[in-house]
């Protein structure tokens, strides 16, 4: 579905990432597992279209779209949500800029206040509302722009502990109910291996993919995973690939 | 309970003050260390207020009338000059180092020149307002503009936005704190500019109405006209602060 070949981006000539490639097929959840500072941000700016690859090129069903944003949900570490509008308009944000007339947009979008746990929240503000609420909030706007393909720049990290667990628990439960596609950004070798079907491991300076790790989506479903031999067995070797490089 | 106590004390720091020295002023009056004509007592200042306040309410709303003019033109070309030079940045670079500039040149040094073009009408007052009051609101609100998180422009833009769909939705908005600042110091501008170009000559206004009283000496009168002046002033701040509170509800 989405594809990026041979990508490399200088910053004030400096190489920051470096002939990556990475592809996610439709239906999939694929993680990019690094360090920070290692150029997964850079990574997604160029997937969105937001940044153009020094080399390189990125391509949706196909097509060529390197430098075109506006063809996928990117959302950002931050919730972003604009503090002077209510959380209804906030996520019916993509719908009016599509030119949806704005009873038809907050319609739609009201339909998943309750999956997205954002129900008598529609007239609040968002510093009203918890950390978890907003970022649910924040990724109810990227699904309404983009459902099929959304690119997530840890979208957890900012949550304490409990919440982020809680979070993870129910965006598995959303993901596969509406057979969505993604690609998202991790730090933290847990969040990896609980979500995904696939592991991009990206290292190095430059940054570059270094490995790639296929894990079975059976682990999701069960509840007991995270304390299971085999996840063990997989962070041993996620941490083995990632320290050893 | 404590915080409302609290602000109604701070209240009266700066009320005591003024009384204190509204209380020296009387004192040097009434000890006649300074002749009565020269400076006459608060007393007969406020006695000169409520004695000619009908004339001095029309001359007042001349004066505000005109200060409104002006700022309305300033808030109009202001904000839309700050939006085009946002969103052209070689047009900023090349026009904000001259509007700067401008600001070296004193009001009070081209209000005859105007009024040598333009007569003694509305227009020439109305432009010099306009000229002092167009650079506070314009940098202001560019100020404003340009602030705005890069990365909020940069998620309306992978939403497909244009760069006018995100100076609607975001960008004003997000200005506004920064406009308003801009304004309330503009609007106490314009009622400085209305009543210095008013000085110059016309049928009108509280600036009129000074030189009349002071080519007649009465001092009380040129008093009376300056504590309206201020309270014209404060009044208009006050009104554009209460319009700030109002165009943000999210607060």
Known sequence: ???????????????????????????????????????????????SGLVRPDEGAVYLAGEDITGQPGKMSYMQQKDLLLPFETVINNVSIPLVLAGTPKKEAHAKAFSYFSEFRLEGCERKYPHQLSGGMRQRAALLRAYLFSGELMLLDEPFSALDVMTKAAMQKWFVKIFSTHRSTALFITHDVDEAILLSDRIYIMAGVPGKICHEIKLDSENRSDPDFLVSQRFLECKRLVLGLHLNG | MTKKYQ?????????????????????????????????????????????????????????????????????????????????????????????????????????????????????????LIFITCFFPIAVSTLSGLRSVDQDVVDLFRSMGASPLQILARVK???????????????????????????????????????????????????FAAIILISLVSLLLMKFIEIIHKKSMPWR
């Open chain 2, 172 to 222: 004003l908005k997000a200005s506004l704190d920064s406009f308003f600042a801009g304004l309330k110091l503009a609007a106490a501008y314009s009622i400085i500019g209305a009543v210095i170009s008013e000085w110059l000559g016309g049928a009108g206004g509280l600036g009129v109405y000074m030189t009349r009283v002071r080519k007649a000496y009465a001092f009380d009168k040129m």
């Open chain 1, 1 to 47: 579905m989405l594809k990026a070949e041979h990508v490399t981006k200088y910053y004030q000539n400096s190489k920051v990432i470096e002939d990556v490639s990475v592809e996610v097929k439709s239906g999939e959840l694929v993680c990019l597992l690094g360090a920070s500072g290692i150029g997964k941000t850079t990574l997604f700016q160029i997937l």
């Open chain 2, 7 to 127: 602000s109604i004390t701070n209240k009266m720091y700066p009320a005591a003050f003024i009384l204190l020295l509204l209380l020296a002023w009387s004192l040097v009056c009434v000890s006649k260390i300074v002749p009565p004509y020269l400076l006459p007592s608060p007393y007969a200042v406020i006695e000169a207020l409520a004695g000619d306040f009908p004339l001095l309410a029309a001359h007042a709303g001349t004066t505000l009338t005109e200060a409104l003019f002006g700022l309305f033109l300033s808030v109009v070309f202001g904000v839309l000059t700050a939006c085009v030079m946002d969103r052209f940045e070689p047009l900023y670079l090349a026009v904000y180092p001259v509007l700067v500039l401008t600001q070296t040149i004193p009001a009070i040094a081209i209000a005859p020149l105007l009024v040598l073009w333009m007569g003694f009408g509305m227009a020439p007052k109305v432009l």
